[in-house]
């Protein structure tokens, strides 16, 4: 099985950056493709970005131009550069893998990221 577990949430002020990292542990994930969403309170799970094996990037328009995915295979780790925050990006960060080329197969447990005023 594929355990994944992101880390690199926390608080910040709007306006500021952070990166999450998804670590893959079990067997490696050059061959998935991975995404990244988020939950906040009361909402529905959001997809954010997707990262396929060959490297293609995809973005919903809610973070085009400040958000960022990247893999780094070696590390079996893939990124979120996160920029400009806003108070509506609080939410529960997950990264996902998609082994299937269909679905994601497997989940993280989350990592919370709170942007402050």
């Known amino acids: 099985q594929v355990q994944l577990v992101e880390s690199g949430g926390g608080l910040v002020q709007a306006g500021g950056s952070l990166r999450l990292s998804c670590v893959a542990s079990?067997?490696?994930?050059?061959?998935?493709?991975m995404g990244w969403f988020r939950q906040a309170p009361g909402k529905e799970r959001e997809f954010l970005t997707r990262i396929t094996w060959n490297g293609n990037t995809y973005y919903a328009d809610s973070v085009k131009g400040r958000f960022t995915i990247s893999r780094d295979n070696a590390k079996n780790t893939v990124y979120l550069q996160m920029n400009s925050l806003k108070p509506e990006d609080t939410a529960v960060y997950f990264c996902?893998?998609?082994?299937?080329?269909?679905?994601?197969?497997?989940w993280g447990q989350g990592t919370q990221v709170t942007v402050s005023s």
């Open positions: 079990g067997r490696t994930i050059s061959s998935s493709s």
């Open positions: 996902a893998a998609d082994d299937s080329g269909h679905d994601y197969d497997y």
